[in-house]
């Protein structure tokens, strides 16, 4: 069975780091593309980033370009998302998701995790 | 920021036919594949429908998807208690290079 867990949220100050993790098992991670998407309570999830299934392609939403980085490490079979110069905005829970192939490019999130918490508050 | 635009709510009693649109852009649904997720209160999306109009295994043939156009819509037949749920479609955008969702659509069986 597929499984995808979070961590590493949490409650942090503006401006502040933080950096999350996802854990993958029951599938060969390093043949399919992973992504994070995050989604406030009571609306529509949002896409954050991409990256393909080597790390060689990577893409990001603008909201995040430039302050959010998306990595990987296939001998561990994780995903990860650092997030650095946090904003109130990008409080949100966070979601890692399977891409249905080794690209990101134009495919589906299945199965997605059960997300972590991330709020922004001073 | 959605870019795909849905209503926001639908209905039906048991039994019935409801069906949500998706309308995008020429960028988005026009050029690519159009994905629908369920979202069941309190858990996480769940893939209901991929390129289109394929069901994932284990999901019923009462949904259908289809796309005409810059427009999608996911039709629900024979409506059930349990397919009470938020739904949103997706799409791979050419011009922004990433993901964009719909605002979203709830479902309530009367």
Redesign the interface.
Known sequence: EVQLVESGGGLVQPGRSLRLSCAASGFTFDDYAM?WVR?TPG?????VS?ISWNGGSI?????VKGRFTISRDNAKNALYLQMNSLRAEDTALY?CAKG?YSNY??N????????TLVTVSS | ??VLTQPPSASGTPGQRVTISCSGSSSNIGS??V?W?QQLPGT????LM??NNQR?SGVPDRFSGSKSGTSASLAISGLRAEDEA?Y?C?A?DDS?????????TKVTVL
Do not use: I, M
């Not at chain 1, 893409?59 to 909201?63: H, I, K, L, Q």
């Open positions: 992504h989604q609306k529509g999830p949002e896409w991409g893409v990001y939403a603008d909201s979601y249905a490019e134009d589906w999130f299945d199965p997605w995790g059960q997300g | 920021q959605s690519n594949y994905y997720y996480a999306p769940k893939l991929y390129r994932p938020d949103y997706a791979w922004l290079s990433g993901y964009v969702f719909g605002t979203g």
